[in-house]
């Protein structure tokens, strides 16, 4: 009985050694397949993984790398940017399996203003692949004068300035200093712009979806934040413009801050009010004011283009109700 045992122990752990190589051969056939069908190069890294030759392994030219895929907000302006913030830190080149070095690389792109958050994987045999969360711009920023100071993006971080197509937010000098100190990467000091940043945000991914046909955000006027204009309901403290189909512009109060510790009209509301605005008048033509926080008195609030507003290029101007 012993002897039988013994003879079995010895077959199981035959068996299990042969089981073991088995796997080892299907591995390394794997990686010899790989490497007939990827070229030279996947030796170095099949020396460097099996600790046969320099443990780096081969270098990936980072000059060479391009962009596969882009999100639709990224525009050719916006691009050219963004690809030349990246460039200095995209020279040279880097060892396929150098982890310290894919490390210094990634802090390098993510303190790139453009960028939010990188993520660097190894696709074998030779490659590097790159993918980067950007920052998107969502307001453009203007001293009094209208001259250009910064992008923001929703979280109110300051971008350099790109002229391309956005939302507009003027520092007024009814509502504070006319310019504001930034620097690309850091948060956007002035409330105003954070609050601006934020509606816009607000008006892309609550408001605009839910109305056919809606108008093109122009600005956003945070002017009167905290109401330190002028104070009452004729006066909220964000307004918004929008484009009118003959290329002006309309007027519309918009609220409270997104984060206002006092109650605010829902986002909803704001797009029905509009989209019943839009079905009397399409394309917003022959107005120039309206309010967006009247769910039911909202006609009343409609100013025609030939009850022009005392000063309808201004920062602030009366909105009362017809007749009254």
Not at 28 to 38: D, I, K, N, R, Y
Not at 167 to 180: A, F, I, N, W
Not at 187 to 209: F, K, Q
Request: glycine share 8%; hydrophobic share 45%.
């Amino acid at each position: 009985m012993d002897a039988t045992l013994v003879a079995a122990e010895n077959t199981t752990d035959t068996n299990a050694a042969s089981s073991r190589w088995a796997v080892r051969i299907f591995v390394l056939a794997a990686f010899a397949l790989t490497l007939w069908l990827c070229g030279p190069r996947a030796a170095a890294v099949l020396a460097a993984r099996l600790q046969l030759g320099p443990h780096d392994g081969p270098t990936v030219d980072l000059d060479r790398v391009g962009f596969l895929a882009r999100p639709e907000w990224l525009d050719r302006e916006l691009l050219l940017a963004v690809s030349t913030s990246l460039s200095p830190q995209l020279q040279g080149d880097i060892a396929m399996l150098d982890d310290a070095a894919g490390r210094r690389l990634r802090d390098e792109l993510t303190a790139v203003p453009w960028v939010r958050e990188v993520r660097l994987d190894r696709v074998m045999p030779d490659r590097l692949q790159m993918q980067l969360e950007l920052r998107r711009p969502v307001l453009a920023v203007r001293d009094a004068d209208g001259d250009a100071i910064c992008l923001v993006d929703g979280e109110a971080i300051v971008l350099p300035w790109v002229d391309t197509p956005l939302p507009v937010t003027l520092l007024h000098r009814e509502g504070g200093p006319t310019t504001m100190a930034h620097e690309p990467g850091r948060p956007a000091m002035d409330a105003r712009v954070r609050t601006a940043a934020a509606i816009a945000v607000e008006w892309r991914d609550a408001v605009a979806p839910l109305v056919p046909d809606c108008p093109a955000l122009v600005e956003v006027d945070a002017t009167n934040l905290g109401e330190r204009w002028l104070r009452g309901p004729s006066y909220p403290e964000v307004r918004v413009k929008l484009r009118r189909a003959d290329g002006g512009t309309v007027i519309f109060a918009y609220g409270r801050p997104v984060d206002s510790a006092l109650p605010r009209v829902l986002p909803q509301t704001k797009a029905g009010v509009l989209a019943n605005i839009l079905a009397r008048y399409p394309g917003l033509q022959g107005l120039v004011a309206g309010d967006l926080r009247l769910a039911r008195r909202w006609a009343d609030y409609l100013q025609p283009r030939e009850r022009d507003l005392r000063d309808p290029h201004g920062p602030w101007s009366e909105l009362q109700p017809r007749g009254g």
